[in-house]
């Protein structure tokens, strides 16, 4: 079957930074997709990753190692309202999304 | 109004009534979708139109109907619901054909079934 594995919540300090991991398996990969989403809001894309390597975007950094079936998710410099559920998702063979439960991020000061 | 709206934000139903969820997109695109948000669940696809067309119905059950009248909008009809299907459906749009295809989501319907 296919799986996203993530961890289920994490906790950082402001102005830290933080590492949100996601492996997966999958029937083949077209792409992995990091969205944030806050509670009671719509999730909204943050990256996008089809080669490996990371991808920079501001204080958001996105890594992918498809020989490792794993990306993560990087956010520097940590503020108060980054506390959100961060949610990987990745493209299969048939191009439907296959998603991960969600990391539920929690900034503390 | 702009990207991706639904209504209505909040809904509470028995399990014998007739309701719909309403999502209106105005991003130009041209596939939509409707998702299941459960507490600590991943997101569960139920249903796929492109261009107007239904490609995908993930096995969901006959109580839940869809509707995609034109490209930029989308209807889901609910009838004797269940508890169990008290969840936040989320709806989203993307430009299929493009090499990304990015999703974009609307802020859900919070669906409780009494």
């Known amino acids: 079957g296919q799986n996203i594995d993530q961890p289920t919540e994490m906790t950082a300090t402001e102005g830290a930074i933080v590492q949100i991991n996601c492996t997966y398996q999958?029937?083949?990969?077209?792409?992995l997709f990091w969205y944030q989403q806050h509670a009671g809001e719509a999730p909204t894309f943050l990256s996008y990753?089809?080669l490996d390597g990371l991808e920079e975007k501001g204080r958001f950094s996105s890594f992918l190692s498809r020989s490792k079936g794993y990306s993560y998710l990087l956010l520097k410099e940590l503020q108060m309202k980054d506390s959100a559920s961060y949610l990987c998702a990745v493209r299969d063979q048939n191009y439907q999304l296959i998603w991960g439960a969600g990391t539920k991020l929690i900034i503390k000061p | 109004e702009t990207g991706v709206t639904q209504t209505p934000r909040h809904l509470v139903m028995g399990m014998t009534n007739k309701k719909s969820l309403k999502c209106e997109q105005h991003?130009?695109?041209?596939?939509m979708y409707w998702y299941k948000q459960s507490a600590k669940k991943p997101l569960e696809l139920m249903f796929v139109?492109?261009?107007?067309?239904?490609?995908e119905n993930n096995s969901v059950p006959s109580r839940f109907s869809p509707e995609c009248p034109n490209s930029s909008h989308l209807f889901l009809h609910l009838h004797t619901l269940q508890p169990e299907d008290s969840a936040l459906y989320l709806c989203a749009s993307s430009l299929a054909g493009e090499a990304v295809d990015t999703q974009y989501f609307g802020p859900g319907t919070r669906l409780t079934v009494l």
């Open positions: 999958t029937s083949g990969f077209n792409g």
């Open positions: 139109y492109n261009f107007k067309e239904q490609t």
């Open positions: 990753n089809v």
């Open positions: 991003l130009g695109h041209n596939a």
